[in-house]
């Protein structure tokens, strides 16, 4: 049984991650705050644990693998699926930052994400780090600085400065979808390194 590449469009997996992402933002505005910490760890971590197991079980990665299958790629038979990163990611941003920055971050792993994934695939002539390309940072860009111009807007935050602090939010945005940190997935990157500098932006500019 042959899985997609990492190179390959895979627009099963990108529709998978936004609405994996766009749920989790869903439940995250439903849950008080006092309660989506432990409702993070609590959704992530049997999950995390499974996917851990079956590298060491021949039987349930198998039988993971064909039930994932149309949302895997070829690299992630054996090795930890980018779902993994991507609620372990989730779930330290839950912990780490504030309420407003929260939403922000889910808002861009959603969209942002995949977006320049896809972009990065199917334009990337100019490689700026490894595989990334300067059009897939330029679509990461876009996104994040209108889903921030809509989410400012929305939540009534910070409008006398409104395109300033989109901007720097779109710049934030493109920059987590482009450097890497060692090894790290970019699924547990992207949250995590949005979510730390847009919590410096939002305290800067008097979002909180």
């Not at 099963?12 to 705050?33: K, T």
């Not at 895997?72 to 993994?84: C, V």
């Not at 996104?143 to 779109?170: H, K, N, P, T």
Request: glycine content about 6%.
């Amino acid at each position: 049984m042959s899985l997609k590449a990492r190179n390959d469009i895979h627009l099963a997996r990108r529709v998978w991650h936004f609405s994996g992402v766009m749920v989790i933002f869903v439940l995250y505005a439903l849950i008080p705050s006092d309660r989506a910490r432990i409702t993070a760890l609590v959704l992530s971590v049997p999950f995390i644990v499974l996917d851990v197991l079956r590298l060491y079980v021949p039987r349930i990665n198998r039988a993971l693998t064909w039930l994932f299958r149309p949302f895997m790629r070829e690299n992630e038979r054996q090795r930890l699926a980018g779902l993994s990163f991507l609620l372990a990611g989730v779930s330290l941003s839950i912990w780490l930052y504030p309420r407003p920055v929260v939403f922000l971050s889910l808002l861009f792993l959603a969209v942002a994400d995949p977006l320049a994934s896809y972009f990065g695939i199917r334009f990337g002539r100019d490689k700026l780090v490894g595989d990334k390309s300067l059009q897939g940072s330029m679509a990461a860009f876009a996104a994040c600085f209108l889903l921030s111009l809509l989410y400012f807007s929305v939540m009534d935050l910070m409008r006398e400065r409104m395109f300033i602090v989109c901007l720097i939010s779109g710049l934030i945005g493109a920059c987590a979808e482009l450097i890497p940190v060692g090894k790290l997935d970019d699924n547990f990157l992207f949250p995590v390194v949005s979510g730390v500098l847009l919590t410096g932006v939002f305290y800067l500019f008097g979002g909180l």
